[in-house]
Each structure stands twice: as structure tokens, then as C-alpha cells.
T-cell receptor, first 112, second 113 residues
Framework: DSGVTQTPKHLITATGQRVTLRCSPR?????VYWYQQSLDQGLQFLIQ???????AKGNILERFSAQQFPDLHSELNLSSLELGDSALYFC???????????FGPGTRLTVL | GQQLNQSPQSMFIQEGEDVSMNCTSS?????WLWYKQEPGEGPVLLIA?????ELTSNGRLTAQFGITRKDSFLNISASIPSDVGIYFC?????????????FGKGTKLSVKP
């Protein structure tokens, strides 16, 4: 158990819908990262937050957004969902940005 | 985006055999990490390397940070059935308060008892 929690574990929804994935970092960690894992693209970095502020953006679509709240939990919002958005979404956390990242168990999103 | 070249893609070995996998990149990284992922789980950190040339062990696992900072390898000695999983290398470029990881595509390890 890495100490990073993610909910829900599974999510099944339809195209065009909007979903929210939630992540609670390890106690004491200020930095949160979101990654997408798909069969063809592998693990891809989406976005990073540090102490409530966005710090880095990777291959994140405009339909996706995230935020980190004052209690340091983070949410990833995915809207206008397409079939190709089906993937595993992982959250990772670290104390500060240069520290080792620990991954949560992931949310499996299926878009039908 | 950036990607690491990880090889081999998959390995089928007999229990007790040693395993070696590696990652190369055209970019220089400050940190190399090796993760293992089992079905339905998130990646679990195995070894972190912070200095060029560093050789670090974790039980039967040994990893090295290449001198050029563009490569790393992971060795598993005397493999056992619970070593089965997908092993990922990851490079981390640290700077400007960013620390996102760039991952290889993974090496799928199967161990025959």
C-alpha cells in the first residue's frame, strides 16, 4: 500500500459524458501528478500540481482539467468523453517535485 | 512526447534464471527509477537512482544509472514466480518545480516454475 488513494476504482460511462476522478496523496506529500495508461501509448504524464498550484502540463487534452484543493487532494475532470479516453488513470504523489513519486491503485475508466 | 526505449518488450524465463532489462534515451535525466506493475495495480517503486554511475541493490534486484545519464539497466537474480509482472523504467527531469516522469513501454516478465 503506497498511501495514495484513488476513487472510484472502476468507472463505466457513455460517450459525451463527464466524470471526476479523485486522488488523496500520501500524508505530508505536497505534489500530485496524474498519468494516463493506455495499451497503445503506455504511461503518459498529464498534469502536476504542487501545493494547490499547477506546475507542469504534459499530454493533457483540453477536454480534461484538474485541480488540487487546500486539503491537498486532487480531482481530474474528464468531459465530452470519447471511446479513446478509456484507460487507467493513475495519481502519484511526492513530498516536493524532485522527490520519489508513489502511485495510487488507479481508476479504470471505460467509455462505451 | 518524449519516450524511453525499453528492451526487451517481453521475457519468458525459467525460475532461477537471471534477468536483465534496460532503458535508453536521447535525453539526459537527473533521476532514473524502476517500477513494477501487477495486473489491476498501480506501479510500485523498486529502485531509485540519483547519480550517474550509481549502482543500487534491493534484495535480488540491482540497477545502475548510466554514466552518460541517458541509460539505465535492471537485473533480477535467481528469479521466482512472484517476479511476474511488467517492469517500467522512468526518467525524471527535475527543474523549474517540475518533476514529471517519462516512462518506457515496459518489459513483461513471465517466470515458469
Amino acid at each position: 500500500d503506497s498511501g495514495v488513494t484513488q476513487t472510484p476504482k472502476h468507472l463505466i460511462t457513455a460517450t459525451g459524458q463527464r466524470v471526476t476522478l479523485r486522488c488523496s496523496p500520501r500524508s505530508g506529500d505536497l505534489s500530485v501528478y496524474w498519468y494516463q495508461q493506455s495499451l497503445d501509448q503506455g504511461l503518459q504524464f498529464l498534469i502536476q500540481y504542487y501545493n494547490g498550484e499547477e506546475r507542469a502540463k504534459g499530454n493533457i487534452l483540453e477536454r480534461f482539467s484538474a485541480q488540487q484543493f487546500p486539503d491537498l487532494h486532487s480531482e481530474l475532470n474528464l468531459s465530452s468523453l470519447e471511446l479513446g479516453d478509456s484507460a487507467l488513470y493513475f495519481c502519484a504523489s511526492s513530498v516536493v517535485w524532485e522527490d520519489t513519486q508513489y502511485f495510487g491503485p488507479g481508476t479504470r475508466l471505460t467509455v462505451l | 512526447g518524449q519516450q524511453l526505449n525499453q528492451s526487451p518488450q517481453s521475457m519468458f524465463i525459467q525460475e532461477g534464471e537471471d534477468v536483465s532489462m534496460n532503458c535508453t534515451s536521447s535525453s539526459i535525466f537527473n533521476t532514473w527509477l524502476w517500477y513494477k506493475q501487477e495486473p489491476g495495480e498501480g506501479p510500485v517503486l523498486l529502485i531509485a537512482l540519483y547519480k550517474a554511475g550509481e549502482l543500487t541493490s534491493n534484495g535480488r534486484l540491482t540497477a545502475q544509472f548510466g554514466i552518460t545519464r541517458k541509460d539505465s539497466f535492471l537485473n533480477i537474480s535467481a528469479s521466482i514466480p512472484s517476479d511476474v509482472g511488467i517492469y517500467f523504467c522512468a526518467g525524471q527531469l527535475v527543474g523549474g518545480s517540475q518533476g514529471n516522469l517519462i516512462f518506457g513501454k515496459g518489459t513483461k516478465l513471465s517466470v515458469k516454475p
